[in-house]
């Protein structure tokens, strides 16, 4: 699975998002992106694996950080690029907006650059 880095920003209750942010280490959610038209969706959705940061700043706001990468390999993993938008889905309710921070790309580059 390729991984890139995201910023997660959990949507409140109030505006039809979670009443909480998820619990545990990791989070499967379908995603679809900014500017995707609903038939689009419905026919070309997929699913993203968030793992986040263990950090006490991730478990007590509503933005936070993970790794996020498709559960499949088929799956057009091109479009995580940074600055990439969009919304995690838990059936038809949108409960958070995502950012691409860094790219798989860069991710690589920076695991090697630290060893």
Same mark, same amino acid.
């Given at each position: 699975?390729?991984?890139?880095f995201v910023k997660i920003t959990w949507k409140? !209750?109030?505006l039809g998002g979670r009443r909480a942010a998820p619990e545990g280490a990791s989070y499967? $959610?379908?995603?679809? *992106?900014?500017?995707?038209?609903?038939a689009d969706w419905k026919k %070309?959705?997929?699913?993203?694996?968030? +793992? *986040?940061?263990?950090? +006490?700043e991730n478990k007590r706001s509503n933005t936070?950080? $993970? *790794?996020a990468g498709f559960l499949?390999?088929?799956?057009?993993?091109e479009l995580l690029t940074p600055d !990439? +938008? *969009?919304?995690?889905?838990?059936? %038809?309710?949108?409960?958070a907006e995502v950012q691409v921070l860094l790219s798989n790309r860069l991710i690589d580059q920076l695991v !090697?650059? $630290? $060893?």
């Open positions: 699975m390729k991984k890139v409140s !209750a109030e499967v $959610a379908v995603i679809r *992106f900014k500017g995707q038209s609903e %070309n959705a997929w699913s993203l694996r968030l +793992e *986040f940061l263990d950090t +006490e936070c950080y $993970a *790794f499949s390999d088929t799956a057009p993993s !990439a +938008e *969009f919304e995690l889905y838990e059936g %038809n309710r949108s409960v !090697a650059h $630290a $060893a």
